[in-house]
């Protein structure tokens, strides 16, 4: 058995399969320049590799990369080494605001996948069937769309990721992406603006709603209130880019730069500091404006929350949910 696998034994014709997939993954640099003439014989080295990175210790910090190459490498320069590959074999460099957007793991920070990953946790205590989830704003889908998709492929139901994708480079790198996190069946991309969209999904229908789509002001007031009606009980409505509670924030100050994306803006910090922070404007104001300082709020994270009122299910056991639901049926005693 090869030392670097842990579970499953590793013959030469693998070991070399690695090599290759390692030098246009580790080895870029020095590599870079024989990407497009190797890229048959590298993809057909990830596919062979593809089902082995659960068992091989050494394919672990590259399974991404594996995935990508076997399923689909359109956007694997673009990803995992921020360069372009062009017609012509050339390699250049994105620009900034494209690279933040095709980073592997997408936008969000580590507190943030972890508070994402808490509510749809919630979500499932109180679950009503196949799930239906909602993502306002999906980009490249390497950050949220990625956590939402894996959710309702293991817990069974749908997510419909909704973004106008003015770009198409995002639009197709989207695609690609579901491709190659397997999650093509359980995801449903609607690509319209989004208060178009809400008009596809009944009031209460929706388990969850994640908004990360415009920043600007009068548009996040927009979201929130084409969405918030199409949330069930209990379900809940959140969103990202929320930096503190708003009422630490001087709304007059942050009026004035209401349309913009991002800006430094002054601020009251939890210690009582006069601060200067970058933050959202537009997402502060209109959280601020449907639901006051009423937002949970997570550790390290600018995620937000908003549940939607309705009875407390962790509080009720099985029989009074019953009863709550259908409160003229009687329950059987005994054996039949």
Same mark, same amino acid.
């Given at each position: ?24 993954? $580790?080895?870029?640099?020095? @590599? ?9 014989? $590298? ?25 990508? $190459? ?5 956007? &694997? ?16 460099? $994105?620009? %900034? ?5 095709? !980073? ?29 989830? +909602? ?29 106008? !994708?003015?770009?198409?480079?995002? #639009? ?63 379900? &809940?409505?959140?969103? #990202?880019?929320? #930096? ?12 004035? +730069?209401?349309? +913009? @994306? ?6 009251? @910090? ?9 933050? #959202? ?6 959280? %601020? ?25 962790? %509080? ?16 059987? +005693?005994?054996?039949?």
């Amino acid at each position: 058995m090869d030392s670097s696998s842990a579970h499953a034994p590793v013959d030469a014709k693998i070991i070399a399969d690695i090599e290759t997939v390692e030098r246009f993954t $580790l080895h870029w640099d020095a @590599n870079a320049g024989a990407y497009a003439e190797n890229l048959g014989e $590298l993809r057909a080295a990830a596919r062979r590799l593809l089902p082995l990175t659960g068992a091989v210790e050494r394919l672990r910090d590259i399974a991404d990369q594996i995935a990508c $190459l076997a399923r689909n490498p359109l956007y &694997f320069t673009e990803t995992f080494h921020g360069q372009r590959l062009g017609p012509d074999g050339r390699l250049t460099p $994105l620009e %900034h605001a494209d690279r933040v957007h095709f !980073w592997p793991v997408g936008l969000l920070s580590t507190g943030d996948r972890r508070a994402i990953e808490t509510v749809y946790d919630r979500i499932l205590q109180d679950r009503r069937g196949p799930l239906r989830i +909602v993502e306002v704003g999906s980009a490249t889908g390497r950050g949220s769309a990625r956590i939402a998709g894996e959710f309702v492929r293991t817990n069974c139901g749908f997510l419909y990721c909704i973004d106008a !994708w003015d770009d198409p480079t995002w #639009h197709l790198a989207f695609l690609a992406n579901m491709q190659i996190f397997d999650l093509e069946s359980v995801v449903v991309a609607v690509r319209s603006p989004s208060r178009e969209a809400a008009r596809l999904f009944d009031d209460k229908s929706l388990d969850a709603v994640f908004l990360d789509g415009s920043h600007i002001y009068p548009n996040v007031v927009a979201d929130i209130d084409a969405y918030l009606p199409k949330v069930r009980e209990n379900g &809940f409505l959140f969103g #990202h880019d929320l #930096h503190d509670v708003p009422s630490r924030f001087n709304r007059a100050e942050l009026l004035t +730069v209401a349309g +913009v @994306n991002n800006t430094d803006v002054d601020y009251v @910090n939890a210690q009582g500091e006069v601060v200067r922070e970058n933050v #959202h404007p537009g997402v502060i104001l209109a959280v %601020h404006d449907r639901f006051g300082d009423d937002v949970e709020r997570f550790p390290e994270s600018t995620v937000w929350a908003k549940q939607v009122p309705g009875y407390a299910s962790s %509080h009720f056991t099985r029989l009074e949910r019953i009863r709550r639901l259908a409160p003229g049926l009687r329950p059987l +005693v005994g054996g039949g």
